[in-house]
């Protein structure tokens, strides 16, 4: 099993960056997808959501209208499309799975991680 998130990079606030994140070594299609985000000194967030059912979408307030997330099962990829970004959403970015969960899932039912990708967002 593998997840492998990248896009992440330095942006002036204002822009935008693409997030993907590519699976490997089990069926990806039936599980539900999250991106999560870890700021310095700060607890792992929830940042979005996408329904393995019905593709039904959870977004965090703090990202409402700015991120969209999309997946494409075909080519076992999730993405996070991230405009209008602010020096706040610095954090490194991390791509989850989560399979027969609640919805939108909890942190704890999410059963595979990738390893991050890191987003700084200047002033």
């Known amino acids: 099993v593998q997840l492998q998130a990248s896009g992440g990079g330095l942006v002036q606030a204002g822009g935008s960056l693409r997030l993907s994140c590519a699976a490997s070594?089990?069926?990806?299609?039936?599980?539900?997808k999250g991106w999560f985000r870890q700021a310095p000194g700060k607890e792992r967030e929830g940042v979005s959501c996408?329904?393995?059912?019905?593709?039904?979408?959870y977004y965090a307030d703090s990202v409402k209208g700015r991120f969209s997330i999309s997946v494409d099962n075909a080519k076992n990829m999730v993405y996070l499309q991230m405009n209008n970004l602010k020096p706040e959403d610095t954090a490194v970015y991390y791509c989850?799975?989560?399979?027969?969960?609640?919805?939108?899932?909890?942190?704890?039912?999410?059963?595979?991680w990738g390893q991050g990708t890191q987003v700084t967002v200047s002033s």
């Open positions: 989850a799975v989560a399979y027969g969960s609640s919805w939108p899932p909890q942190l704890w039912e999410y059963s595979y």
């Open positions: 070594g089990f069926t990806f299609a039936d599980f539900h």
């Open positions: 996408i329904s393995s059912s019905d593709g039904s979408t």
